[in-house]
């Protein structure tokens, strides 16, 4: 017998198993909208050309070796992650009032983020929306936070729920840290307005809430580096303390590379050399130092203005191509007169769309037509092409009659 004899089994990882069924299924229709990775319109992962050109300039630099990272990652990488997401000219950067770690992409992050949080700040109630990427919750009990919904979707608009948010988080206890999605918020695809996240701010400033940003998909959403960071630096700019978690695997297409960042902005610089050395301290017990090779692209190209600007051009590539499938998938349903209201597939904004199907639909789709979605409703605009959005339009409109 073992010591570990009476373990329980964990369930499978939803997204992942959902991943395993469409490897397995035979037909040559089938189509996976369960992936959170782009996809071009053959259906194929696409590395960046960017990416592939800075690949090749580190490969051939005899003077790149594979020693350890500092603790706190690549120095020029850090930086100018900071840049990016809170915009160069900030001011909190040049009063050194930002401390920055490179860490296991968005993940590692969000991980890193709330081991600091839990070791430091008081209150213990964390605030994620309902609903929210699913790895949020796991992430934060692990850590041993009381985590709990706050209003986020209304299912009847298949829009945001301000009123229902705003009373959430006013009637949580002072001081929650507020789990907040900067951009193309997943899995709804749903973000608020400029004037929503006023309201928002103005709620979390009176409650002395704690926000914690989650950005995994900078450019990737809009094409607009500051437009999809925008949430983020007017919170800095509102003179808010707080957190935000950057990931490089969307907007570089750097998945396994595990590229990322956590950015903790503070009031004055002496904190900010005081949370930086904690943070070190907590990521050295945690990973000891970053990986080298993802970090490594995105310096060169964040660092260089020829390849920054070639990355803009990628990242125009992947998100207009999502809002082409939105685009045509909307047209090819209020063509076919499906019954009900498509215009939330255009409104939505990034990779995921809540489509408003339910889980016996979803069902269907797998079944009927080897086409894979969670049971939520959420696909993955990232799986549709030119070649096959007719086609789930036809099985979309087949389910709902
Ligand atoms: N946060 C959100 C909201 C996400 O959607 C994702 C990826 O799907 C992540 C964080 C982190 O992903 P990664 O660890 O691959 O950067």
């Not at 189509?31 to 053959?42: E, F, P």
């Not at 992962?45 to 706190?72: C, G, M, N």
């Not at 929306?129 to 949020?136: L, Y």
Request: proline share 4%; aromatic share 10%.
């Amino acid at each position: 017998s073992s010591i570990f004899q009476d373990i329980e089994l964990a369930p499978p990882d939803a997204i992942f198993s959902l991943t395993a069924r469409y490897k397995d299924d035979r037909s040559p229709q089938k189509v996976n909208l369960g992936v959170g990775a782009y996809r071009d319109d053959s259906g194929k992962p696409w590395v960046l050309p960017v990416v592939r050109k800075a690949e090749k300039i580190i490969s051939s630099d005899p003077t790149l070796d594979h020693e350890y990272l500092p603790i706190l990652g690549l120095k020029s990488f850090r930086d100018a992650s900071a840049k990016l997401i809170l915009g160069s000219n900030n001011r909190v950067i040049k009063e050194k009032r930002v401390v920055t770690a490179q860490t296991i992409s968005g993940t590692g992050a969000n991980h890193l983020g709330a081991i600091f949080l839990s070791k430091f700040y008081q209150q213990k109630v964390f605030l994620v929306s309902k609903p929210t990427w699913a790895n949020h919750k796991p992430i934060f009990d692990t850590v041993g936070f009381d985590v709990r919904e706050y209003i986020y979707y209304n299912p009847k608009t298949l829009g945001l729920d301000i009123d229902g948010l705003l009373n959430s988080l006013k009637s949580a206890p002072n001081g929650s840290i507020v789990l907040l999605h900067a951009c193309a918020h997943n899995p709804t695809g749903v973000d608020p307005n400029h004037e929503q996240w006023k309201a928002i701010a103005d709620v979390m400033e009176a409650k002395g809430h704690f926000p914690f940003f989650d950005c995994a998909y900078q450019g990737f959403a809009s094409g607009d580096i500051d437009r999809d960071a925008w949430s983020i630096r007017y919170f800095v700019d509102r003179g808010f303390e707080l957190l935000v978690c950057q990931s490089y695997a969307k907007n570089f297409g750097l998945y396994g590379q595990r590229a990322g960042c956590l950015t903790i902005v503070l009031r004055n610089s002496e904190t900010a050399t005081k949370v930086e050395s904690q943070v070190a301290k907590l990521q050295r017990a945690e990973i000891s130092n970053p990986p080298l090779h993802g970090a490594r692209i995105v310096n060169l190209i964040l660092n260089d203005p020829m390849l920054y600007a070639e990355w803009i051009d990628n990242l125009q590539i992947m998100s207009s191509r999502i809002k082409e499938m939105r685009k045509r998938l909307f047209e090819k349903l209020v063509e076919l007169g499906t019954p009900g209201n498509w215009n939330h597939i255009v409104d939505q904004i990034g990779m995921f769309s809540y489509t408003g199907l339910n889980a016996s639909q979803a069902q269907v789709l797998q079944e009927k037509y080897h086409v894979y979605l969670t049971s939520n409703g959420r696909v993955s605009m990232a799986g549709l092409t030119t070649s096959n959005v007719e086609y789930f339009a036809k099985a979309i409109d087949d389910v709902v009659r």
